[in-house]
Structure formats: C-alpha cells, structure tokens
C-alpha cells in the first residue's frame, strides 16, 4: 500500500470510528437513521440516501427514512426481497453499485416523478446475525460513478449502523410493550365501572394534546402520557357498590369513592422509576380553590401534570353519557370548563383548551395523530 | 508517519471498528461486560481488567465486573470519586498509565491479597455527554510497562464502550420497570382479594424455581415470570360478592370464579408481544386429566407454563391460611402435590417440585437468588 492510500484510509476508518460512536450513542430511531443518513451522504458524497427495513413476516422491505425531496412520494412504498436493487442486496446479503441504472435489467424505474436516479450504491444491513435492512446511496456528487471504494467505505458504515437500528428498535418495541401492558390493565380497571368505556384512552389522548400545546418538552410529555394512563388505577380499590352505584353516591359512598387518588398513588409508589409520575396520580382531583381532593392543594401547590388531567378527565366526563344523565353538548362542556378557569382549573391549561377547541383540534384523530408523531415509530426526517 | 507504524495503526483500528460493532452487538449488560474485558485483555496483552460503573448518587465506583482470580475479593468494594487511581481517572476525564504503582502517593495497596499489581492503566467511559465509569487493565505480559500507544488504543476503545454499556443499563432499567409496573399492578388486583397477601411474588418465584429445575432457557423463564405474575389478573372482573365471600362457594358464584382464566387472557389478548404468555395465563387451572378450566385440556395440549404455575400456585394456596380452613404443613402440601401427579398435574412438573422440597430450595429466599441470578444486573465474570 502507498502512503497516500494509507493515509486516506486511516482518515476513513478515524471517521467511520467516530460515526460508530455516535450511532451508538442514542436508542431513539429517528435519531439513529436521521444521523445515520447524514453521515453516509457526507462519508460518499451522494444526492440522497434512504434506509430500507425488512419486515420479516411479509418479506418486505420498507422505506425506513429518506431524505430529501423524493420523500413525499415514496415513504408508502414496499419491495418484495429479491426484487428490485434494494430486494436483491437485502436477499443476497451483497453489496452492490450499479452506475447506469437505465441500463439495469432490474432497474423498476424512479419511484418519485421528482426526482431522477442515475447511480445507486447499497449496502446490506445486519444484527444479531440477521439481515435487517438496506442502506441504499443515489447519485454520487461531483463524479460520474460510485467507485470500489464507496462500497467499502459504506460496507464498512454498515457494520456499525445495523445494531445501532436493531437496539433503537428493541428499545422502542419494549416501550411501546410498557404502555400497552400498562394501558391494558387501566382498562380492566376502568370495566369494573360499567360508565366509562373509553374513558382512559381518551383522557391520555386530550392530556397529551394539552401538554403539547402548552409546549411541554417529550420527556414531560412522555410522564404526562403515563400518569394519565393510570389516573385511575386505584379505583381496583373501590368496592363494587359504590362503583357501580347507577345513581349519584351519597356523602359516605362519594368518600371512598375519593380515596381511589391515594390509592393509585399507593399502588405505583414502589416502583422507584415512577416517582416523577405519582402526582399526576395523586392530585387529579385537586381544585385551584383548595376545594378539590385529596390534599386540598392550591394553584401552583398542585403538581401540572394533575391540572392537566383535571381539565381532560373533567371535559371526558361531561362529553359522555352516564345512567343518572345523558352527555352534554360539546358546546355546553367548553362552557363549563371556560367557567371553571381560576377556580377549579388552572387558567393556564384552559387557554390551551379553548385554542385547541377554537382550531377544531380537541378530537380524538388528532390526539391520536399528535401522539404517532411524538411516541410513534415510522418517520420521514 | 512511516509505513510499518501506519500498518500497525490501520491494524489496530480495523480491530476497533470491528470490537465496536461486537459491543453494540447486545444489549444484555453481562454480555457487553463479558466481552469489553476479554477484547481489551487481548488488544493491550494485560493480566487482568475491570470496568468500575460510578453511581452518580453517591459519587461512588463500584466494581461492574471484574476477570480472573482477583474476582472474589473485590466485587464489593467501593471507591470515592477522585480517591485512588481510578478515582481519578473518572474526575478527570483523563485516561492514565501508572508504570510503578508503589510509588504513586494515591495508589491504595492491592485489594485483593492474591494479586500483587505492577502497573495500571485506566481509561474513562463517557456516554450521552456523561461520565459513566472507568476501565481499567492490570499488568501488562511480556513486558514492564503499559506505553502511550497503549493508552491510546484504550482510549479509543473506551469510546464505543460507553454507549454500550449505557444501552444496556437503559434497556435493563426498562425492562425492570415493565416488571415492576405489572407486579404493582398485579398486586393491587389481588389485593381485593382479602385472602391471598402475597401470593402473586410467592408464586412468580416457585414458577421460576420449578421452570428452572426443568431446565427452561431464560427466553422461556423471562415468559414463565410475566405469565406467572399475570396469571390472576383477569380476577379484576370478578364481582366483590364472589371474590370477597368469607365462606366456599356455591355452583354459580364458582362458574364466575372460574372466568377470571378467560378475562385474564382476553385483557392481555389485545397486546401482541404478549401472545407467548397468554396460554399460561388462560391455562393454569387445566388438569392433566381434562378436568380443569377453562377448556378442558389434557396432558400435552395443556401449555408448560401453565402446567408449572398450577403447581405453584396450589402449592401456595395450600401453605396460606383461607378464611375456611388453615394452611397446610408443608409435608401434607408436598404429599398432596405428589398425589396429584399425573392427574391433576403434570409429573414432570411434580418431578422438579420434588427435587426442590428434597434439597430445600422451594423456599421465597432462594427464589430471590435464583430471580437476582437469571435476571439481576450485578454479574461478575
């Protein structure tokens, strides 16, 4: 070997070890494939670059990420392994660069209008011995063709960024098992009261949408999302007859009923990791006036999470149907909760309330929609 | 820079590129360790290594894993941020070589009175912009002296390795959190069960112990523990008036009694990651003889692990005191159990409970060690 070719090659390998640790330095995917495709346009000097991820079960790949303008088009699209330059290399396990894609046999033509592909270089991705994906460049810059030593370079960058993928993936899938076992179990709960169907899902889904429009940053959105989940988790305490009470309860019963607050903070208060949560928990029932449950707290006493949930649960509550009185009106619940402001609910959480009842983004499709966005697994950066 | 020197660095950092996509290989904090020492053990020829892990709680180091004879000695020790050398390493952010270390001021005498250490080198781990610990190698072979290529070498293989150390703490840290949140949850559904205190832990650490004996792989105990943990949850349907009767029950209140297997399965049902457990959960009141519920299955069309949790989970009703009866002694539980083989129970099952009553291990103490073994995160190698 030359000393130039030496040197470029040391300089490669200084810079593919930095990029291996940078990939490994997060679990969050869109993080992981967002610096990944970065660092691979810059390491090859390409147009575009693309992950593909294989879903096993259907022997499919899709586009994973994609950068740039062909990402509009083509993030529905999915390729069958083994067609395609994208289904073969994920199939054979071989890299490959294909410089005039024209004159490919089983080149299927530019999936975006947009945009005009003339070479591609790609590159399988592995983890846990596994084939997981593809990482595919478009369209060297500044040259002609894609030469041996991209392919080694990105064989090289591939190494590193399959298990970097294929731990983000592992440690959303666990996340996302968390809050589906969690919200599974709330649900049990909530069916002991015959009232409530849906209850649940729809109070994490107002409280999220709330937070978020106040500005609440991911990680407190993240502790918001759980404790409204589990706002109601005590009432596994609350005897039968007072729960399933087809009328309003009496003094005697409405003062079980109120304990289902500690309790759901009892139950969650062993779990070290849950501590930031339990005051959305405990403090749901709290009224800015002091007058609320069960600590009679006051204004910024009460933790915000819990005025949160308040507004959300209260709102919840009006809007649906109960034995002793049908739903009120959306019109007439907005009302409510605007003349609750300063009293029962912080001020502060109304405002956002009345801007996303003003933009017709109080609904259930939008929180939904908020919540792929924030929590979700598939992007497009 | 001369040619050898270049090839010995082109060498070297092959072997890095290669180690760091080992190391992101895993998320399973044992295994990271596990290999971390043995590739810096070979890549820098040293005796012995340890990585220390600081707990930013106490501005503490503790030994995360350590190899060699040394082992036994050590693994509780604690050190001060900056008391020592890796103290320091780990204030600093510096890594060190210490060539004589009898005569450095800060050097603390051997720990270990077997090992008698020459040199020291010692590297800081960072993660997510944070310090996380140190690595440290001991005395290296076939020559005096650790040297700055040496260091080097470490120092950049100290760069993926704290990334994934921290992955792996991360996911393990989840993962304990899913487990306890379930448990907590668990518990609060038995809890309205005013008879059964306790029974959720007690019958998670029989499964496990019984799975064990049998020779499950930790995929299946990892199964056995959330199927056994769940295995009552679908009690949260059952009304007070069955569940809370201080007396047995009467034909109807036994029928819904007897749904809670069908409630638990469909409450997990809508979760697919859990689609493993589910079986154990709906089956662990079928007798081998077809006499259970809820389906009445026979012999091998009954799942494993709700074969195991039957056992379990009668062996303890039997040793707890009921309302309407006392708890058995144990010996008339075992010799009920043993009757039970073949029809009520599986005998293969009934084989591993024996084994473990005959050695004294069917006990809450060594189901906790066996659990903190297979599960915890302390290892040493």
């Not at 067609?83 to 660069?97: L, N, T």
Request: with cysteine; aromatic share 6%; hydrophobic share 40%.
């Amino acid at each position: 070997m030359d000393t130039d070719s030496a040197d470029q090659r040391l300089a490669d390998y200084q810079s593919l070890l930095e990029i291996g640790v940078e990939l490994a330095g997060s679990l969050d995917l869109n993080r992981v494939l967002e610096l990944a495709l970065d660092r691979a346009e810059k390491l090859c000097r390409a147009e575009t670059s693309s992950v593909w991820q294989l879903d096993e079960s259907s022997s499919e790949l899709y586009f994973r990420v994609v950068r740039g303008r062909v990402a509009g088009d083509i993030r529905h699209q999915r390729v069958k392994l083994g067609e395609g330059i994208v289904g073969r290399v994920a199939q054979s396990g071989e890299g490959e660069i294909v410089n005039d894609v024209r004159s490919d046999p089983r080149w299927r033509g530019d999936l975006a209008s947009a945009f005009q592909t003339r070479a591609i270089l790609a590159v399988p991705l592995r983890a846990r011995g596994r084939r997981v994906g593809v990482l595919q460049l478009l369209n060297p810059i500044d040259k002609e063709s894609f030469d041996l030593e991209d392919l080694e370079r990105m064989r090289l960058f591939a190494a590193p960024l399959g298990p970097a993928i294929d731990n983000a993936r592992l440690y959303t899938a666990l996340k996302s098992l968390y809050l589906d076992t969690v919200t599974a179990l709330a649900e049990a709960v909530e069916k002991r009261d015959p009232y409530t169907g849906g209850h649940v899902r729809r109070v994490v889904l107002y409280s999220v949408l709330l937070g978020h429009e106040m500005g609440l940053d991911y990680a407190d959105l993240d502790r918001l999302r759980i404790a409204s989940t589990l706002h109601d988790v005590g009432k596994i305490a609350v005897p039968d007859e007072v729960l399933r009470k087809p009328a309003p309860l009496d003094d005697n019963e409405y003062s079980i009923m109120k304990r289902h607050t500690i309790d759901g903070a009892e139950i969650l208060s062993r779990i070290p990791e849950l501590r930031d949560i339990l005051p959305g928990v405990r403090s749901h029932h709290e009224r800015l006036d002091g007058e609320g449950y069960p600590d009679g707290l006051r204004e910024e006493e009460i933790p915000l999470n819990a005025r949160i949930i308040a507004v959300a649960d209260t709102y919840d509550a009006m809007t649906s149907t109960r034995p002793y009185r049908k739903a009120l009106e959306h019109d007439v619940a907005v009302a409510e909760i605007r003349r609750g402001s300063g009293t029962q609910f912080c001020p502060r959480v109304v405002a956002a309330f009345e801007s996303l009842v003003a933009n017709g983004e109080l609904t259930v499709e939008t929180g939904r929609a908020v919540m792929a966005r924030l929590f979700g697994e598939t992007s497009q950066v």
